[in-house]
């Protein structure tokens, strides 16, 4: 049987043949590429040529060609369209990808080749970006234990192995309590819902066989759920089935696996030589220690507190003048804090969401993106992996640039949140290779035939993905490894939080703000009110971030908690959480921090982006206009187009003249007002 995936792709843009791929051809082609990569490390370490930088880290480049290529198709599918088959071998292959891992840092004779030239850097004449590869190369390798030795190196490669396993299965765990939870609803439950809300449970029965109206546990579905019912015990038995997922017994409880998690990242660091696995972690970072992190979080929780704090006596209020004499809870405040919103700024969900048509605000994204950088979109007619995903061939002046792909929809076989991937990343070394970029996203789907309306907060998070995919997408280095979001965790969200700014721009909402069903533009004086209440509600939404932000500092800053639970409970007591608050991502389904070590001790990171994308928005303010072409020119070439191939705080440097303080961001947020 040929094999797809091991085949070259006569496509268009080389995209992969989702319609002869099918899942038994991933596992073959997953081993056959561990088998390719494993013959090519060899031939790298067993050169008799002394080490040169083209002979070893150029060829170290190169060595996993096949295995990128088979694993961008299967983990995209594995995280935006999982089935049994996919998940069993993600299981699968988890220990296998990490054996494969450590087999390339713990080769002595490539760590030596790597050893000599870093040792020799100053003779190599290389260019500034082969300097920087060369050194990730070398640092990278380190911090994976190259240099351990004897029963250490055999313990840490075991240790990343389990750790392998435990995110895996973490995540498929997540997966399975958000898609088999549901609320059923009677047509007398419906009551007080706007119609947008109304065709949504509608629409998730249909889709999971019900056949009647559901809540889920999508955040499109049940975050508005939460907002506009009336009903006290249904918004409070969907908000403990949202808090509760990972946690609720049996096989897909997560509670022992994130004990065992953060002891293996703890034994990790140690073993690595360092005090904590933050410390590790933080090593490479913009933030570099636990302590600035740590600083930056409480500087801004000093200010969110007791604006969260005022906030919740004014909801408090409202909801004793309904009549219902108990304390303010967590499944109140949306729904006491949507009717204060219209009250104050007379701005209503149901009002506001026929003007963000899901088409519409991807034509947004892409005008802006035309504006700023000259490019061009044009729908690709070609097989994708689902019926809902769209492609684009993107352009500038004529010339290929990337393949976009969206995936906008809920569905049961998606984990939450929403990400950009690459199925292929942006690299020249063998090549002008331009990528392939993969925009996610969780919005409900509407009935066949009906438009498809976002919330703001949905708009934003797609202008945010695509400023992710813009960093793929324009992305202009030599080498794979530092391409696009290859950088500093707490730089990568800084094109994609700024590129959130131009949703807010007047001039883009009143093109592409248009009526769903009359086709009007926003009225002036609805977008006036929109724009106003945008820092509305700012206490909440910034102390459910930063309490998750310190319980995962936390965890890693220091000792493993035995209990994690009751870890995260002692933080959230020091530092006050209101009781009608919760974390955004509790322990159980922080899939940031225990998916994988991506976000692990950085889930900071997007506050510490924030500072830079409220100061570089700044930038084009101060310039005169959103779409000042000099700003953008500067953003390209110094953020969007270097990937990794300098420092964070270089590149920023260059970009803005200095680098930020905290003032832009706390402007932003609405913080430096006293109420």
């Given at each position: ?177 958000e ?25 998730a ?24 019912s ?6 409070e ?17 997560n ?18 030589g ?21 600083s930056l ?9 007791p ?33 204060r ?32 950088f ?39 076989s ?49 202008f ?199 003032d ?12």
């Open positions: 049987m040929t094999n797809p995936l091991l085949q070259s792709w006569d496509t268009e843009f080389s995209l992969p043949p989702f319609d002869l791929i099918e899942d038994a051809h991933f596992e073959p082609a997953l081993e056959a590429a561990l088998e390719d990569g494993r013959a090519a490390i060899k031939a790298i370490a067993d050169n008799p040529a002394p080490p040169s930088f083209e002979n070893t880290i150029e060829a170290l480049e190169l060595a996993d060609e096949l295995l990128n290529q088979t694993a961008g198709v299967f983990y995209n599918l594995a995280g935006a369209d999982a089935n049994e088959t996919r998940e069993a071998l993600q299981r699968d292959m988890a220990p296998k990808l990490s054996a494969y891992s450590s087999e390339i840092t713990n080769n002595a004779k490539l760590w030596q080749r790597i050893s000599t030239l870093w040792d020799t850097r100053d003779a190599l004449d290389l260019t500034p970006e082969q300097h920087r590869v060369l050194m990730l190369t070398y640092r990278g390798f380190r911090r994976s234990g190259a240099a351990l030795e004897g029963a250490d190196r055999a313990r840490l490669t075991e240790v990343k192995s389990r750790l392998s396993v435990l995110g895996t299965q973490f995540t498929q765990n997540l997966l399975a309590d898609r088999s939870w549901f609320m059923e609803l009677a047509e007398e439950d419906l009551e007080g819902l706007p119609d947008f809300v109304v065709a949504a449970v509608r629409s029965g249909k889709e999971n066989g019900t056949g009647g109206p559901v809540v889920t546990l999508s955040r499109s579905l049940i975050v508005p759920f939460l907002q506009f009336p009903r006290r015990d249904l918004r038995k969907a908000q403990k089935a949202w808090a509760a997922r990972g946690a609720n017994g049996g096989e897909t409880d509670r022992e696996i994130a004990a065992e998690i953060l002891a293996l990242r703890d034994e990790r660091a140690k073993l690595l360092y005090d904590s696995f933050a410390a590790y972690k933080l090593e490479t970072e913009m933030a570099g220690t636990p302590d600035a992190v740590r979080l409480m500087d801004v929780w000093a200010l969110a507190h604006q969260a704090e005022r906030d919740a006596d004014k909801l408090t209020q409202m909801m004793h003048a309904d009549g219902i004499n108990a304390d303010l809870a967590p499944w109140d405040w949306r729904y006491y804090s949507e009717k919103r219209v009250a104050e700024h007379d701005l209503d969900e149901a009002e506001l969401k026929p003007y963000f048509q899901l088409d519409r605000m991807i034509d947004a994204a892409f005008d802006c993106s035309a504006r700023l000259g490019l061009e979109f044009r729908p690709l007619d070609t097989a994708l992996y689902h019926e809902d995903v769209r492609a684009w061939d993107v352009t500038r002046n004529g010339v290929h640039v990337a393949v976009f792909i969206g995936d906008y929809f809920a569905r049961g998606k984990r939450s949140g929403a990400w950009c991937s690459a199925m292929r990343s942006q690299s020249k070394l063998s090549g002008d290779v331009r990528p392939i970029v993969v925009n996610v996203c969780n919005f409900a789907k509407p009935d066949a035939g009906a438009p498809a309306l976002l919330s703001y907060d949905d708009a934003r998070t797609l945010h993905e695509f400023g992710h995919a813009l960093h793929q997408m324009l992305s202009n280095v030599t080498y794979g490894s530092i391409s696009g979001t290859s950088v500093a965790r707490d730089f990568v969200e800084l094109p994609s939080q700024l590129y959130e700014h131009w949703l807010d721009v007047p001039e883009v909402l009143e093109k592409h703000a248009i009526h769903a069903e009359t086709g009007e533009p926003i009225p002036a004086d609805l977008l006036k009110r929109l724009l106003a209440a945008q820092t509305y509600d700012m206490g909440f939404q910034t102390v459910e971030y930063v309490a998750s932000a310190l319980v995962d500092l936390d965890f890693h800053d220091g000792p493993a908690p035995a209990d994690p639970i009751a870890a995260q409970d002692e933080t959230l007591a020091r530092i006050g959480l209101p009781a009608a608050i919760t974390m955004r991502h509790a322990t159980p389904h922080f899939a940031h921090v225990f998916s994988g070590d991506g976000y692990s001790s950085g889930y900071y990171s997007y506050m510490w982006s924030e500072v830079m994308d409220a100061d570089a928005f700044e930038a084009f303010e101060e310039a005169g206009s959103a779409f000042d072409a000099e700003m953008a020119a500067k953003l390209e070439e110094f953020i969007l187009s270097a990937g990794g191939s300098e420092e964070a705080e270089v590149l920023y440097t260059k970009f803005r003249g200095r680098m930020p303080s905290a832009a961001l706390i402007k932003g947020r609405g913080l430096d007002k006293v109420a």
